[in-house]
């Protein structure tokens, strides 16, 4: 299996301009989560599905968040619009069962918003 | 609100060396306890999971142990390696999420 996959790896955007950003989950997972990382928080958990379905969304900072997993395979975080204190590592990161199970990290996409 | 404290948030050490990374947690209701090594610009390895009804894992050089009642795990590197310098995460598991401490950024000198 390659992994979990997120595109893109590297995004530079301007203040208020729209941000998505994309994960392949492992094959069979069942469980998706998305973080961010900064140097001042630390990784901190953003929102996770179970079974494609929004279980916790209450670390997604505002309503300029949103995310979506239409199928077992895809899940999107939406930024819009962005600003430049989004900067972060943000990861994606999958597990057969959620809370008890090992998460496999995606690499994380660096964004950058000026 | 749970949280992770990880001391120290700095370790250098000279190779060969054995050493012990903490990590601490303030609520004990927890399903399972993991390591994790990340590499700069890079993601997150899992290393060590330890369940709540378990006291230690051990995979090759590195031996973990949790002690839930006290709220406190640590990871032992045996022998260390230049290629162990990275970040060691420490993490949690509630019902369904990871909480982790902001860990230990570990440079292991030839």
């Known amino acids: 299996d390659a992994g979990v996959i997120q595109s893109p790896r590297h995004e530079v955007t301007e203040m208020g301009q729209e941000v998505t950003l994309r994960c392949k989950p492992i094959s069979g997972h069942n469980s998706l989560f998305w973080y961010r990382q900064t140097m001042m928080r630390g990784l901190e958990l953003l929102i996770y599905f179970n079974n494609n379905v929004p279980i916790d969304d209450s670390g997604m900072p505002e309503d300029r968040f949103s995310a979506k997993m239409p199928n077992a395979s895809f899940s999107t975080l939406k930024i819009q619009p962005s600003e430049p204190r989004d900067s972060a590592v943000y990861f994606c990161?999958?597990?057969?069962?959620?809370?008890?199970?090992?998460?496999?990290f995606g690499p994380g996409t660096r964004l950058l918003v000026l | 609100k749970q949280e992770v404290t990880q001391i120290p948030a700095a370790l250098s050490v000279p190779e060969g060396e054995n050493l012990v990374l903490n990590c601490s947690f303030t609520d004990s209701a927890i399903y399972n306890l993991q390591w994790f090594r990340q590499d700069p610009g890079k993601g997150l390895t899992s290393l060590l999971l330890i369940q709540s009804s378990q006291r230690e894992q051990t995979s090759g050089r590195l031996n973990a142990s949790l002690d839930k009642s006290s709220g406190r795990s640590t990871l032992y590197i045996a022998a260390s390696q230049p290629g162990d310098s990275a970040t060691y995460l420490c993490?949690?598991?509630?019902?369904?999420?990871?909480?982790f401490g902001k860990g230990t950024m570990l440079l292991v000198s030839p």
């Open positions: 990161a999958s597990s057969l069962e959620q809370g008890r199970e090992t998460q496999y």
């Open positions: 993490a949690v598991s509630g019902y369904s999420t990871l909480t």
